[in-house]
């Protein structure tokens, strides 16, 4: 009996070296419109307004008409977002600023990325030092 679980074991262990699953969200080709506004915090109407604003942001769309937003998508959202909500520009300002200066936007967008993220960690970093005292 003994010897039947280890080759189960043995097994599982091949098994899984050849088809792990895979858990990073990372490497997903397509997103839908409602997970794009849940991860920005926006409507999906907000999007599909965007969407005729700002040409850059074009996600693919299928017989049906879904919407299915890649990670180039996600990124041109994420810096029409940090201009229009994180600064608080008007749409005609924002346009200017990528016509003039994408490449500062671009980089201002991951360096706010980066930011938010560590004040997330730092958040919860302080938050275990205080479940500790």
Known sequence: MQRIHELKKVNTVKNSKH?????????????????????????????????????????????RGIRQYTAQDIEEI???????????????????????????????SVILEELQNLRAELVALRKELNDLA
């Open 78 to 108: 994420r810096i029409v977002y940090n201009l229009l909500k994180v600064k608080g520009m008007k749409i005609a300002a924002a346009k200017a600023v990528l016509a003039k200066n994408r490449k500062g936007a671009e980089d201002t």
């Open 19 to 63: 088809m792990s699953l895979n858990t990073n969200k990372d490497l997903k080709m397509y997103y839908s419109i409602a997970e794009v506004s849940r991860k920005f915090g926006v409507a999906g109407s907000l999007l599909r307004f965007w969407e005729k604003e700002f040409p850059n942001i074009n996600p693919k769309k299928t017989e």
